[in-house]
């Protein structure tokens, strides 16, 4: 018995398979949404004291730290009271602004403020934001 060959010509796709391109896009959405949630600003989160009588400092000084766990950090990195009074002291410089949290201890602020006054620097600046 002799069988007939059927030869079926494709003549082209008679649909497109969007299957894959979905789930490529679908990777690519996750994997952006998980690498921008990772970016984090560096700095150090401090809450400022309000005033009333605040006014904006446009100049450059060297600039002092407190964190609410009283971590003192010069130029963004912690260091001791003994450590930023050297650096103070090696420094010789004219005007310094501190940053300190509003929960700080006064007595981290004032052993800063005493450092400043000490090595004769004249110049102190409290960071705080403006209260209407």
């Not at 970016?39 to 400092?57: R, W």
């Not at 602004?97 to 620097?121: N, P």
Request: with cysteine.
């Amino acid at each position: 018995m002799r069988f007939k060959k059927r030869v079926k010509v494709e003549a082209g796709l008679r649909q497109i398979d969007i299957a894959p391109l979905i789930d490529i896009i679908f990777l690519l959405l996750i994997f952006f949404m998980l690498t921008s949630s990772f970016i984090v600003m560096p700095g150090i989160n401090v809450k400022l004291p309000k005033a009333i009588t605040s006014e904006e400092v446009n100049t450059q000084t060297l600039t002092i730290v407190i964190s609410s766990e009283d971590i003192v950090y010069l130029e963004g990195k912690p260091m001791t009271i003994k450590e930023v009074e050297q650096s103070v002291k090696k420094e010789k410089i004219d005007s310094i602004f501190i940053r300190a949290d509003r929960d700080a201890s006064l007595g981290a602020v004032v052993a800063i403020w005493d450092i400043c006054k000490k090595e004769g620097i004249d110049k102190i600046g409290i960071a705080t934001t403006y209260h209407d």
